[in-house]
């Protein structure tokens, strides 16, 4: 076993970095930390070691013999650490990471997920709107529930359903005395540009200093709710629309899942892969079976079905706007 072994790996690459740069500033810049504290690993292994790894006051900077000797050795642990963690991981059953944008909510399908695939692990990452478009390109996410409009390029994606409009308002703003305004209604009032959902709080908080009213999607509205403030449905404005999205080209098992998980497909549905793995006891009634699944296909997803009211009460009914005297 090497002597060196014992140096933590990340110190060893960050060793290596400056080794091979023979450059601290570059060397910092490349491994996006500060030249502070790369000078300060470099130090402390120099310490570890009791022994100088660069000529001291040289310049441009240079290796010492121990220097090169740790470099050889560091190379070689570096080699071994990254065989060791890619072992490891091809050991560990494959994961879906699955991202989602403001307002919306993935408990449910969580849920179902982890019920039906107890040893496929879900990672959910919660992503800003401005990025649900580059971390599918980036491959940060493998599907993400975004809001449309959406560059479709390259991309499968399912409408889910739909979200009404809302104004928010202060609570004691005469819109608060109804339950749905028209856009007519909010002519006279001074509206922000309530297009940045990644920073609704922020726009909620000049809302309540008065600064104007806002335009956003229910569930925004829900999930910045504060008792300061109200959002009433505008019924006129444009809706928004959720779907599923992913890169066609990386299409997978995992992900026809997931899929099915969302739309509400049995488990043993004969459109999941997993379906299709079982092989039917009896053939009759596996056609009669598939015969009513095939059927069951035509229709639309539940979500979709209900997308059109989705965040409206059944029993809401659009009153005209009228100011009241005080």
Same mark, same amino acid.
């Given at each position: 076993m090497s002597r060196f072994s014992s140096i933590d790996v990340v110190h060893l690459?960050?060793? #290596? $970095? %400056? &080794? /091979?740069?023979? +450059?601290? &500033?570059? $060397?910092?810049?490349a491994l996006r930390i500060s030249r502070q504290r *790369?000078?300060?690993? #470099? @130090?402390?292994?120099?310490?570890?070691?009791?022994?100088?790894?660069? #000529? !001291?006051g040289a310049s441009p900077t240079q290796l010492t013999d121990d220097g090169r000797e740790l470099l050889a050795a560091a190379r070689e642990l570096i080699v071994q650490a990254d065989a060791a963690g890619q072992e490891q991981t091809s050991d560990r059953p494959a994961a879906l990471r699955v991202g989602f944008v403001p307002g919306v909510t993935v408990s449910k399908w969580t849920r179902i997920w982890a019920e039906r695939f107890p040893e496929t692990p879900l990672e %959910? @990452?919660? *992503?800003?709107?401005? /990025?649900?478009?580059? &971390?599918l390109r980036e491959g940060r996410v493998d599907m993400c529930f975004v809001r449309l409009p959406i560059d479709r390029d390259g991309l499968s994606a399912i409408p889910l359903y739909r979200e009404l409009p809302v104004v928010v308002v202060p609570? /004691? +703003? !005469? @819109?608060? *005395?109804?339950?749905?305004?028209g856009l007519a209604d909010l002519a006279d009032e001074k509206m922000q540009d309530g297009g940045d959902i990644d920073g609704a709080a922020v726009l909620f908080e000049m809302v309540a200093a008065g600064v104007g009213q806002v335009v956003v999607p229910h569930s925004i509205a829900r999930l910045h709710a504060r008792r300061d403030l109200v959002y009433r449905t %505008?019924?006129?404005? !444009?809706?928004?629309e959720i779907a599923l999205a992913w890169p066609t080209a990386h299409t997978s098992d995992l992900?026809? /899942?997931? #899929?099915? %998980?969302v739309r509400g497909r049995s488990e043993r549905s004969s459109r999941s892969p997993s379906g299709h793995a079982e092989p039917a006891r009896n053939s009759g009634a596996a056609a009669k079976s598939g015969a009513g699944k095939k059927s069951g296909a035509s229709k639309k997803p539940t979500a979709a079905r209900k997308s059109g009211t989705a965040g409206k009460p059944a029993a809401t009914k659009k009153k005209p706007l009228k100011r009241r005297g005080r």
């Open positions: 690459r960050w060793f #290596v $970095a %400056v &080794a /091979e740069e023979l +450059h601290f &500033a570059r $060397a910092a810049k *790369l000078s300060q690993t #470099v @130090i402390d292994l120099e310490a570890e070691l009791d022994t100088k790894l660069f #000529v !001291p %959910v @990452i919660a *992503l800003p709107a401005a /990025e649900q478009l580059s &971390a609570k /004691e +703003h !005469p @819109i608060s *005395l109804f339950t749905e305004v %505008v019924t006129d404005a !444009p809706d928004t992900s026809e /899942e997931f #899929v099915g %998980v």
